[in-house]
């Protein structure tokens, strides 16, 4: 099992920056995807940047392309989400989750098996 902490969440006015990240710590070897995803109230939780470990592809979400950018640092396990040019609608709750599932296509959320507490953002007008 995988255990994932982020942080970096917080309150930013449109046109802000923020950067989370994620920790990943226990049985890492048997991660094939991260990613993060959001969801705000009412809606259901979306992709919203996703990396492909084995074959280092990256996928982000229509919403957030040119604006958030997925990095990471292999050395201290974490995954990084730098977020740009917030606007209200980013506003949301945003988790970290990891996947065994080694594939070259884009995975679902439900086909995600470890997921962080989450770290809310909220972006004001």
């Known amino acids: 099992q995988v255990q994932l902490v982020e942080s970096g969440g917080g309150s930013v006015q449109a046109g802000g920056s923020l950067r989370l990240s994620c920790v990943a710590s226990?049985?890492?070897?048997?991660?094939?995807?991260m990613g993060w995803f959001r969801q705000a109230p009412g809606k259901e939780r979306e992709a919203v940047a996703t990396l492909d470990k084995r074959r280092g592809n990256t996928y982000y979400g229509d919403s957030v392309k040119g604006r958030f950018t997925l990095s990471q640092d292999n050395a201290k396990n974490t995954l990084y989400l730098q977020m740009n040019s917030l606007k209200p609608e980013d506003t949301a709750t945003y988790y970290c989750?990891?996947?065994?599932?080694?594939?070259?296509?884009?995975?679902?959320?439900?086909?995600?098996?470890?997921w962080g507490q989450g770290t809310q953002v909220t972006v004001s007008s």
């Open positions: 989750a990891t996947s065994a599932i080694d594939t070259f296509r884009i995975l679902s959320p439900r086909e995600y098996n470890s």
């Open positions: 226990g049985n890492t070897y048997g991660v094939y995807s």
